[in-house]
């Protein structure tokens, strides 16, 4: 038996907690950015959402695919390593918020 973790393994540990998704969690299908930084999510029901909102979905098992992290205090979402760089959260579009709904 190997000692070796796999390549998902070690970045899932970063992760304060990894969600379970409802059967109907929405998936992020774009980034809403603010001076390059990530302000919201636009759901795969065409939702937009705030970065907090989208946590707090998160959580709730509405989003699925994501974990939730923290840089000092504030929380955010992750993409869950799985080995596929095209459905990182990094990869996917900026959209136009407008506002946040």
């Known amino acids: 038996m190997s ?25 992020i299908t774009g980034l809403v950015k ?27 098992g509405g989003i699925k695919g994501v974990g939730i992290a923290h840089r000092r205090d504030t929380e955010y979402l992750k993409s869950l390593p799985d080995e596929s760089e095209n459905n990182n959260l990094s990869a996917l579009p900026t959209v136009r918020s407008g506002e946040f709904s």
């Open 3 to 27: 000692n070796k973790k796999s390549n998902t393994e070690l970045p899932k540990a970063a992760l304060d907690d990894i969600p379970t998704p409802r059967a109907d969690a929405a998936s």
């Open 34 to 60: 603010q001076r390059g930084k990530i302000t919201g999510y636009r759901l795969s029901d065409d939702r937009i959402v705030s970065k907090e909102e989208g946590v707090n979905l998160a959580k709730a």
